[in-house]
């Protein structure tokens, strides 16, 4: 039994992003664990460690109390029924594989993220864009969507789903999930948003929104460890999502008998306080933007999508460092690398045309610290 | 935003299984971490911290080296390529969604775990169960397959693929894989190997066995924090499983781009160092779970499934239990309330009739408190 692996690089694995620096990945921002989380961890972190108590389904485990969760989030977003997934991707798949018959037609936003294609594509379903309104702001436009279901009718296309990217990742755009919502339910359709980037980060009431389905992610916007997700249903839905086996009775097929049987959802749990608490704040971490924003600009930076800004991710055109990185001999690197000295990561590598971060959740001082520092990379590379 | 939430019962959850008690659950036994994983976790617990040097692919990721830890599993498990996913039964409905045709059937074994029939339906697939020699061995006759294959084939049914469990979770049965592989592969049809109670405890070499896929378990079986597993492929199907998506390239679709985004593949990692080295030493695992057996079978409990045992994992069924629970005011709690006090624990509770239970990886004298203490138990009470 010589496998001939070296197994010593699999030793003493370290990451020093969030210990070290000051981490400004939009992705990342909103999936740090707060300190109860981290303490539960030691708690549960043995495999099927939240399984010892089950009689036989995951969402209805009471120790610990994974059940009464699922009903604190359903009120949380104003839904009647709840599941954990392994993330916002599976919820969405799980929603078109059950709702949509092979070769449906999915309504989406031209924002959307590159999973909600895969899972289209995965699902045997066919898709047709909702366009923004391109550069600068990539706006979506609610009537956009009336006009895109009336046109795949007037073809005679089956359509099986009207998805809405809430917030997108690319430009942090809020998009009026009310109005859209409002248009699928007129036209009869199922309406899916896509909270990855909402649900955790800000408040989200799924009735007001007139949604039928809501996924989220708990390691982009919910403070958990990943791969986690929640799908929030409207009860009309339930029963067809949530069909359970002929064979197995209590066992519901979409989530393969249980899906997060581990610290995913533990974390999901024991941060669920912190972010009942910090969407409370939203407005505040809405104002760290706009100032970040605001300051950035006065160096150069462009601001992309719609102004001014609802969602604490931006990208920016930055042409100015593009104009740096021309002089600089480390090039495109500059930037990264100056801000690593500055204990600032979480920005691409190489990227001088446009970049994306975050200051969710960063204290006003640190805030004010990620602007001097780039403000002083800037002038004093000019 | 008064979401009438008590959020407090979230605060401070606590375990205390695996600190305080010896725990004989089968599907946790195999999923304790070691050291190692437990000190890398305090690095990787925020959300998609897995991520920070990510190219587009979870599976090409050099830092934290996912990449790498790929190759060292595929040859671990001498095959050709290897995914992380969410776990075996997640595995599983992967190969099913990907091989088989809508209303193909799939051939399994009898003992077949819950989960392979739920990747069934979900899969919109038929099946036809290979029935086991029933009691007491529940030993499944590789001629059977052939049999069932030939029965399938002469009434123009569609055979999609060819199902084993490697080793059963109800009687701990380690079936004849090698013999059903070469049976699956004369058929000409996809051989798929349920190893979530074999790979990460004992040698598994996917070539000798003839298989096509091994589905295998990390929280379950390779000492991984849940939930995770892997998904391990013959050259001859990786392209028809990795299938990549045609509007984003390189996203592979039933991996929905990504799978296991956090904590578990980490732990899959840091833990395989322990897992290459504790598969060395199967045999003893085997001889413990044999000095097991024969103590207990003094006492009158009764081993199910094949003897003598090649696997941890053992039903007994204890018509001596039984006995004492008639007379107990305690009833059939009375064994888990009695092992309780001898800090014992994952036996079900107010089971008398037949239990499972495994020691592995307990220390000899572990081993030996066990056997002493269910022998004590049972001859006080009568």
Known sequence: MNFNINIDKYRNLKRSMERE??????????????????????EFWDGYSVC???????????????????????????????????GARESKFIVMNSVCKEGDYVVLDSNAHYTSYVAIERAKLNYQEVESEGYPTFRIDPEKYKETIDNLEDSGK????????????????????????????EKGYPFLLNCAYSVGRMP???????ADFIAASGHKSMAASGPAGILSINDEFADGILKTSKKFLVKELEMLGCTSRGLPILTLMTSFPHVVER????????????YLVKELEEIGFIQLGVAPKEHDLVRFETPILDEIAQK????????????????IGGIKRGTTKELKMSVYGLSWEQVEYVVDSIKEIVKSSL
């Open 52 to 86: 010892d108590y089950c009689s036989g389904r995951l969402d209805k485990i009471e120790t610990p109390p994974i059940h009464e969760f699922l009903e604190d989030l359903s009120k949380f977003l104003n839904m009647d029924v709840s599941r954990p997934t392994h």
């Open 328 to 343: 600089d001999k480390r090039r495109g690197y500059f930037f990264y690398d100056e801000l690593k000295k500055r204990k």
């Open 204 to 210: 989200v009431d799924g009735k007001k929104l007139n």
């Open 158 to 185: 089956n359509i099986g789903l009207i998805l809405l990217t809430h917030v997108d990742g690319n430009y942090g755009n809020l998009a009026d999930a009310e109005k859209i919502g409002k248009i699928a339910r």
């Open 279 to 290: 969407v409370k704040k939203w407005d505040e971490e809405v104002k760290k933007t706009r």
């Open 21 to 42: 620096m000051i981490n400004l990945n939009p992705i990342q921002r909103a999936g740090v664990l707060p300190i109860e989380s981290k303490k539960a961890i030691y």
